[in-house]
């Protein structure tokens, strides 16, 4: 799976990725895609949820402003959210 390339070979994130404000982005964004079944993405969304709120407020424009949009956007139910739910 794509997401493998953020993963260590203990199975956890990579370290690097905490000091990567781009790279933790991306990977946020692209765990939105979240399927029922892959429980990589829902891990990718915690791991990238915690670091990003925390690495935040020492990013600047424009990628401060991109990090608070996505940590935003995780917090309003989805489609997805709502589809499960049915």
């Known amino acids: 799976m794509i997401f493998d390339k953020f993963k260590d070979e203990k199975g956890g994130f990579k370290e690097d990725l905490i000091t990567n404000g781009k790279g933790m982005l991306g990977l946020c964004e692209a765990a939105h895609l ?3 079944g892959y429980d ?3 891990e990718a969304l915690a791991f990238t949820a915690t670091h990003l709120k925390a690495m935040v407020e020492s990013l600047r424009y ?3 402003e991109q990090v608070s949009h996505a940590m935003d956007s995780t917090k309003k139910p989805s489609f997805r959210d709502e589809q499960f739910r049915l």
């Open 34 to 36: 979240w399927v029922h």
């Open 40 to 42: 990589i993405l829902e």
């Open 62 to 64: 424009p990628l401060a």
